[in-house]
């Protein structure tokens, strides 16, 4: 799995790799993530479960994406790809630039290759286009397209120009064990409105400044905790500062998801006011949390939960000032148990790891194409940018060839693998020996 997307950095993109590659792991499969370096964290490390993890030397540009290395990337990755006997390549994230050079450089190389799109793109405006025309030539010639929710999907082939039948919806997950309601936590004092995200233009922050202070108006008891970090927050002071708010809205920063189940517990509502989200896993966790969620109805949130789970709304201020009016009165009568009952066996990781299984057994089956049709391919995508691709994947193509002269595989020492079965024993006895001496003292 390639992505500039990982641990530290945390998201759902992160949170999604790590949990499918443990689960992947646990069903008998090797999985190796490549991703760029962060800091000092540098080079090869192990996670739990034997999750290798290769923190290659490239330093991010913008937005924790790396900078385009274009042929600079492709002899590092297929010695890690011949290093590690890897058989299948599975790219994550549009925005990843070494997610889109691994896509075309394990393609060239002969490897079965899938992509997943985590995010929605508009058609309008000049970075959406870019963003579009770059995907359309790194997934022409692609073996299969994965999607986390149907609206995703229906975007990703209009923004691509995919063919349907190689795209396949497999939606996120939550380990909902690390999601469990705790009504003592809440102050009975208060109503408490929670509010976890990236404090950024599209996690509709904007609204938020207009909504806060109108229902603390309106509601006394209301409260609101409000967990992330981002340009935003400056925003979000100055409210607070203006209407004196400083004892009802509590900032609690940038929070690591260890401690977000701690937060959301606190309180009776979830809001979220994205004004685009291709699923939107925090509502999810929220709700196992018991907790009644409030979204603005946009790309695939519509998808995520029942109707009597969630209240939808325009992504406007006047659109969420009225879900919440109506979800003030009854969040107090919901039962937490009872939702999280309901929803905990909805989104599993093992389910998600199961169903990737099936997409990576597709794409071995299909046969690798002469470079001559591939080439045809990546003609068709456009006037000049199709000449312009076909020019930089013979480049590429010539590149390997070299490569394979000057280092062939053979001489490649291949890596040994992870015991994970053995890990796996020696922790489980580890945990009954220590389960043990805990009952004796």
């Known amino acids: ?26 069903r008998g499969n ?27 030397p490239f330093n991010p540009f913008y937005n924790q994406s790396s900078f385009p290395t274009f042929l600079f990337f492709f002899p590092l990755l297929r010695h890690v790809l011949i290093r590690e006997k890897i058989d299948t390549v599975h790219a994550h994230q549009a925005f990843s630039t070494l ?48 999607c986390v929710s149907n609206t995703s999907k229906e975007n990703t082939v209009l923004r691509a120009g995919l063919d349907p039948r190689i795209v396949s919806v497999i939606p996120n997950a939550v380990d909902s064990s690390h999601f469990t309601p ?80 701690d937060v959301l517990v606190r309180g009776h509502i979830f809001v979220n006011c994205s004004l685009t989200e291709a699923f939107c896993t925090a509502i999810i966790e929220a709700a196992n949390c018991g907790l009644l969620v409030v979204s603005t109805k946009v790309g695939g949130v ?77 003609y068709g995508c456009g006037v000049y940018a199709g000449k312009l691709f076909c020019m930089f994947i013979g480049m590429i193509y010539l590149v390997w060839r070299l490569l394979e002269y000057i280092q062939p595989r053979e001489e490649i020492e291949i890596a040994p693998d992870f015991p994970c079965h053995r890990y796996e024993d020696m922790r489980s006895h580890y945990s009954k020996h220590k389960k043990n001496k805990e009952e004796e003292n």
């Open 99 to 146: 997610a889109h050079e691994c896509m075309l450089n394990a393609r060239i190389m002969g490897y079965p290759s899938c992509f997943t799109d985590h995010s929605l793109f508009g058609f309008a405006d000049g970075s959406s286009s870019t963003m579009n025309k770059i995907l359309k030539f790194t997934l022409c010639d692609i073996n299969h397209v994965i």
């Open 182 to 261: 705790d009504p003592s936590a809440r102050d009975p004092r208060y109503l408490t409105i929670v509010v976890m995200s990236r404090l950024v233009y599209r996690k509709g922050v904007d609204l938020l400044i207009d909504v806060i202070p109108e229902i603390c108006r309106r509601f006394p008891r209301v409260r609101w905790i409000i967990g992330g970090d981002g340009p935003k927050r400056i925003a979000l002071d100055e409210m607070r500062e203006k209407h004196q708010l400083q004892d009802r809205v509590e900032f609690l920063g940038s929070v690591n998801h260890s401690q977000v189940r």
């Open 30 to 56: 090797k999985v190796i993530i490549i991703t760029h370096q962060y800091g000092n964290r540098k080079g090869i490390r192990y996670l739990d479960g034997g999750l290798k993890v290769y923190y290659l």
């Open 1 to 26: 799995m390639v992505s500039d997307f990982f641990y530290p950095n945390m998201g759902g993109v992160e949170l999604h790799l790590y949990q499918l590659a443990q689960c992947l792991i646990k």
């Open 302 to 378: 519509p998808e995520v939960l029942p109707p009597h789970l969630i209240r939808l709304c325009a992504p406007t201020s006047v659109g969420l000032l009225n879900s919440l009016i109506e979800a003030v009165p009854i969040s107090e009568q919901r039962d937490p148990l009872q939702v999280h009952e309901e929803v905990r066996n909805m989104y599993r990781w093992m389910d998600v790891a199961r169903r990737t299984e099936i997409v990576y057994g597709m794409i071995h089956k299909c046969k690798n194409q002469p470079l001559i049709d591939r080439l045809k391919n990546y």
